[in-house]
């Protein structure tokens, strides 16, 4: 194997468990007071991470597409420089109905690969809130993952998703646990922390800055090569184990921009990857994002 080949596997590998989270329905609110859908949409900040169970908390009755793109201008796994420079994106198609059923289509393209169209993922979940103040979110997922190249190692996944946040809907954080499996298995965990900060708010126009923190935390096969001594010689031998530790922590500074059904969102992200034990002087790595997003009404 090649190191180009290395780099794209361990893109898989450890950049898979990511895009499960970037890409699940967690989702935090804002209070409304609205009677029509119609209003209800030009209020609403059109963000993976808000307008989901801002419409459940409306009572509505509701059915649309949410369509987005996202770029990245460069490309990292948990955090880690892969030594190939290269954008990537990810288009969206999701759709959400009152009933909590959500489905999506989404994937990825990497600037450098080949194949560019790495994967093609398709999900089914369902969302729902808990408590009189529906202040707690979840959603259950699974996620059936399509590879251009074949790659069998990791083609499902099962996603749960629970959501906190204050009164105010200005402090949040979400847990997401989710089981990866194929022809190997692994598990991950993430934590995200958010502030919600409205700069400026009209019927039909937000500006907003949400900084925001996530913890990733997963299982992880780790190989080591080491000099030990048998029989009074010296040899090199290799050493496979698990681990199940934090592998990335990641701030996320985006400034969002929502125009009627338009969403806009400009992000600086700085990765700080935790050591594991066959990894020495890991740097801190940094990217930009963008993001465009459209919602389609299919209730009128």
Request: glycine share 2%; net charge negative; charged share 10%.
């Given at each position: 194997m090649n190191p180009f080949q290395e780099v794209k596997l361990a893109i898989k590998y450890l950049g898979l468990l990511l895009f499960t989270i970037a890409t699940s329905f967690c989702s935090f609110a804002q209070e409304?007071?609205?009677?029509d859908i119609d209003d209800l949409l030009d209020e609403l900040f059109f963000n993976d991470q808000q307008f989901l169970d801002e419409l459940i908390e409306s009572d509505?009755?509701?059915?649309?597409?949410?369509?987005?793109?996202?770029?990245n201008n460069n490309t990292y796994f948990s955090g880690r420089d892969s030594g190939?420079?290269?954008?990537?994106?990810?288009?969206?198609?999701?759709?959400?109905?009152?009933?909590?059923?959500?489905?999506?289509i989404s994937g990825i393209y990497y600037q450098n690969f080949a194949p560019s169209w790495d994967f093609t993922s398709l999900s089914l979940g369902y969302f729902n809130t808990l408590g009189k103040k529906k202040n707690i979110?979840?959603?259950?997922?699974?996620?059936k993952f399509f590879y251009t190249d074949g790659f069998d190692g990791f083609t499902n996944s099962f996603d749960i998703n629970v959501g906190v946040r204050n009164k105010k809907r200005s402090l949040g954080t979400t847990v997401a646990a989710s089981y990866l499996f194929g022809?190997?298995?692994?598990?991950?965990l993430v934590s995200s922390s958010f502030v919600n900060l409205t700069l400026k708010r009209t019927q039909n126009f937000a500006l907003r800055i949400q900084p925001r923190i996530n913890f990733i935390v997963a299982k992880q096969n780790i190989t080591i090569n080491r000099v030990v001594t048998v029989l009074g010689r010296?040899?090199?031998?290799?050493?496979?184990?698990?681990?199940?530790?934090l592998l990335n922590t990641q701030v996320n500074i985006p400034i969002?921009?929502?125009?009627k059904s338009w969403d806009f969102e400009l992000g600086y992200n700085i990765n700080l990857p935790n050591s594991l034990p066959n990894e020495t002087n890991l740097q801190a790595?940094?990217?930009?994002?963008f993001s465009v997003g459209y919602l389609f009404n299919l209730s009128k």
């Open positions: 409304n007071n609205d009677d509505l009755s509701y059915s649309f597409l949410y369509t987005s793109a996202s770029y190939t420079d290269q954008f990537n994106l990810i288009p969206q198609v999701s759709y959400y109905h009152s009933s909590g059923f959500n489905a999506s979110n979840y959603n259950l997922g699974y996620t022809s190997d298995a692994s598990y991950q010296r040899v090199l031998r290799t050493f496979n184990f698990d681990v199940f530790d969002s921009l929502t125009v790595t940094s990217f930009f994002n």
